[in-house]
Nanobody, 123 residues
Framework: QVQVVESGGGLVQPGGSLRLSCTAS????????MGWYRQFPGKQRELVAA???????NYPDSVQGRFTISRDNTKNTVYLQMTSLKPEDTAVYYC?????????????????WGQGTQVTVSS
């Protein structure tokens, strides 16, 4: 089962940038698609970026053009570069992995989540 440690969150002003990191273990990283999620208070986690084992990426319209997901297979790490941040991006950000890219959107299927990293966008 995948285990992850997220890092890189913090307080940033509107329009600013942050890069989140997620290091995975317990899996053959190169066999797994990885996703970044966020969770607003009282809401379900939502997928904000996904990357296949082969490096293909997908984003919802809400972050398209502002967020970039990438992976370093030598470090078992996936990144989320966030730019032009808005106050509505404030959330706890999580990552997770799956052998199937299409399944990453099915957040209810996952029993395990890391501790997440808080991103706060505020002036």
């Amino acid at each position: 089962q995948v285990q992850v440690v997220e890092s890189g969150g913090g307080l940033v002003q509107p329009g600013g940038s942050l890069r989140l990191s997620c290091t995975a273990s317990g899996i053959i990283f190169t066999d797994y698609a990885m996703g970044w999620y966020r969770q607003f208070p009282g809401k379900q986690r939502e997928l904000v970026a996904a990357i296949s084992a082969g490096g293909n990426t997908n984003y919802p319209d809400s972050v398209q053009g502002r967020f970039t997901i990438s992976r370093d297979n030598t470090k078992n790490t996936v990144y989320l570069q966030m730019t032009s941040l808005k106050p509505e991006d404030t959330a706890v950000y999580y990552c997770n992995g799956d052998q199937y890219l299409w399944r990453l959107i099915m957040v209810d299927e996952y029993d395990y989540w890391g501790q997440g990293t808080q991103v706060t966008v505020s002036s």
